[in-house]
């Protein structure tokens, strides 16, 4: 990333484009509208897959933009936890104690990178992306086709994974990185 950085791009505004429509969402969810919120929320996974693309291949990378993925997948956790917890429960009722792990990991990757470093966690881990497609394809088919035992395990298994992979960075940097991909691409161990 350069000193100054170009902050108006497509990546930047696809990624605000996620956190306003955080709201939308939002009421969708919780007024049971399944449907609209299940394409909203696909429509928004694929601009998250979007703007990643476009900004590392046209080397539209930036801090800011890093900040803003990482604040608007933030809040695309939360929606989905929601979602899952007021439109499919009946779903986890079997896999409660798993389902409530996932939500901490998510919470507390957050919380403690604010803790350390004064801000979300934006590392952008491999581990996180792996995990991240996973829970994308899970979370699709579970409002298209229902719930498959067999991916939600390796959903929380990738997860667990991610969470553990985060949790070294966080007590073992100094300050916040972005895009530093993972423990076996760290030169500074």
Do not use: C
Not at 129 to 141: P, R
Request: hydrophobic share 50%; glycine share 4%; no cysteine.
């Amino acid at each position: 990333m350069k000193n100054k950085e170009k902050i108006y791009n497509i990546p930047n505004l696809l990624s605000f484009y996620r956190l306003i429509t955080v709201p939308v969402l939002a009421y969708f969810a919780y007024t049971g509208n399944e449907k609209l919120f299940f394409y909203a929320f696909l429509f928004n996974m694929f601009t998250d897959a979007l703007d990643g693309f476009i900004a590392r291949n046209f080397n539209m990378q930036t801090e800011l933009g890093a900040k803003l993925d990482s604040l608007a997948d933030s809040f695309m956790y939360v929606l989905a936890f929601y979602a899952m917890y007021h439109l499919k429960w009946e779903a986890f009722q079997n896999y409660q104690l798993s389902f409530y792990l996932l939500i901490f990991y998510y919470f507390s990757i957050d919380l403690m990178a604010l803790i350390k470093f004064k801000e979300i966690s934006h590392f952008h881990l491999v581990s996180s992306k792996l995990a991240g497609v996973i829970q994308g394809l899970f979370f699709l088919l579970l409002f298209s086709k229902g719930f498959f035992s067999y991916l939600y395990w390796l959903m929380f298994f990738l997860s667990t994974l991610a969470f553990i992979e985060n949790t070294y960075f966080i007590f073992k940097l100094n300050k916040m990185q972005s895009n530093i991909k993972g423990i076996f691409w760290y030169k500074n161990l």
